[in-house]
């Protein structure tokens, strides 16, 4: 069994995760530049290839999607990193809220703050 927690605890790891939480803003924004960018180069490569391509519509499609194949691995990874980094900033403001939670309880019961 763990120890109970007191109010200082809780408090001093509502700070950690806040800090945390602040420090993974850049990191959030710079994966979902990177996920963008990709993107677009991706969209555009492919739209490139396309209107190169004579023949038949469908064959134009094909042939981009084959051409831009390198463009949407690039993609798809900048992707995965941005959703890994959104979801571990998630995970973090749900611990950060399961603390403020905890503590408004732990006040209750000390019937004071710090």
């Known amino acids: 069994m763990t120890e109970p927690l007191n109010p200082v ?3 001093t790891q509502i700070r950690s995760l806040a800090s945390r939480l602040a420090a993974g803003i850049p990191i959030v924004a710079k994966a979902l530049g990177e996920y963008k960018t990709a ?4 969209e555009l490569e492919e739209a ?14 094909y042939a981009a999607v084959i051409a831009a194949v390198d463009f949407r691995e690039v993609s798809d990874d900048a992707e995965v990193v941005w959703r890994h980094a959104d979801r ?3 995970a973090v403001e749900s611990e950060l809220s399961a603390f403020q939670s905890l503590y408004k309880g732990l006040v209750a019961m000390y019937g004071a703050t710090r």
């Open 9 to 11: 605890e809780v408090e």
């Open 39 to 42: 993107l677009r180069t991706y």
């Open 48 to 61: 490139k290839a396309y209107m190169r391509h004579s023949g038949p519509a469908h064959e134009k499609k």
């Open 88 to 90: 571990t900033a998630r």
